[in-house]
T-cell receptor, first 114, second 112 residues
């Protein structure tokens, strides 16, 4: 039972354009969401997070949008750069439930083309 | 800035052997988490510790045990290794419970 889903295994974007990565979740108890970036042979690197009390959080080129009613979040990267090429994981946590574990999506491989 | 340190980075074992993975959290972080990532899969939560006590448990086999020491480092002990235990094992740490988790580089375990 995949509670966090990233339905696009891969995404290819032109350098300088916007990259939009999507994530859906099924557990309404999730109240904290994070995006991690992962290069081969490295651990996930934290990018940005959002609490369920917000609908948008921005940090430089990265913006995360949360639509609670649709149980959907997205990560926007603009402008996209070649160094952004990596696997991106969406993760969720039910902090109000006292949960500590992150539940991950399957990941989306982003390729930025020069 | 200091990151999470994991050792060893690579480990090769045979079936039925034991393995010990170590994790050193970011300084001042008191919470440690262990995740397992199989080939082509997303990371799965195994277990976590807060202030040296187990705080949450996920899909950790009974053959595995873990603990957190007084210096906050953690060790994951794996016994009677099986071929299916071959995976990447990530440790993460956070500044107290339910804060953002920062991951180490992982230990790649191969069981032959």
């Amino acid at each position: 039972d995949q509670q966090v889903k990233q339905n696009s295994p891969s995404l290819s974007v032109q350098e300088g354009r916007i990259s939009i990565l999507n994530c859906d979740y099924t557990n309404s108890m999730f109240d904290y969401f994070l995006w991690y970036k992962k290069y081969p042979a490295e651990g996930p690197t934290f990018l940005i997070s959002i609490s369920s009390i917000k609908d948008k959080n921005e940090d430089g080129r990265f913006t995360v949008f949360l639509n609670k009613s649709a149980k959907h979040l997205s990560l926007h990267i603009v402008p996209s750069q070649p160094g952004d090429s990596a696997v991106y994981f969406c993760a969720a946590m039910g902090r109000n439930q006292g949960a500590q574990k992150l539940v991950f999506g399957q990941g989306t491989r982003l390729t930025i083309n020069p | 800035a200091a990151g999470v340190i994991q050792s060893p980075r690579h480990l090769i074992k045979e079936k039925r052997e034991t393995a010990t993975l170590k994790c050193y959290p970011i300084p001042r972080h008191d919470t440690v988490y262990w995740y397992q990532q199989g080939p082509g899969q997303d990371p799965q939560f195994l277990i976590s510790f807060y202030e040296k006590m187990q705080s949450d448990k996920g899909s950790i086999p009974d053959r595995f045990s873990a603990q957190q020491f007084s210096d906050y480092h953690s060790e994951l002990n794996m016994s009677s290794l099986e071929l299916g235990d071959s995976a990447l094992y990530f440790c993460a740490s956070s500044l107290t419970l339910q804060e953002t988790q920062y991951f180490g580089p992982g230990t790649r375990l191969l069981v032959l």
